[in-house]
């Protein structure tokens, strides 16, 4: 998929896959479709809502395919524990002056 493609409005498919740690251990970050729509959900259900009352939403981390998911976190070998990044149903973000209490 190509790098600009938007995933909703305010959130590209580049932002919500990018990861410096599959850039530098040659890790391929591609979502398969279904997890791509996963991760829409998340844009159309939580960061675009976060966005229209805080404003501009910074993405740190959002999909992880297995193998990034096992570079990061080497001690989840059970599949039933890996983290819903894995899937496309999680993203860690911020909004800058925000406190994560006031987000959640």
């Not at 498919?13 to 998340?42: C, I, Q």
């Amino acid at each position: 998929m190509a790098e600009r493609v938007m995933i909703t409005p305010h959130f590209s498919y580049k932002e919500l896959t990018r990861s410096g740690t599959a850039l530098r251990m040659g890790v391929d970050n591609t979502p398969p479709e279904h997890h791509l729509a996963n991760l829409k959900l998340v844009c159309e259900h939580v960061l675009e809502p976060v966005r229209k009352v805080f404003g501009p939403v910074m993405v740190s981390s959002g999909y992880r395919s297995m193998a990034l998911n096992m570079i990061i976190n080497p001690l989840t070998t059970n599949i039933t524990k890996l983290s819903k990044h894995c899937t496309g149903q999680a993203v860690d973000f911020e909004c800058n002056g925000i406190e994560n209490v006031v987000l959640a």
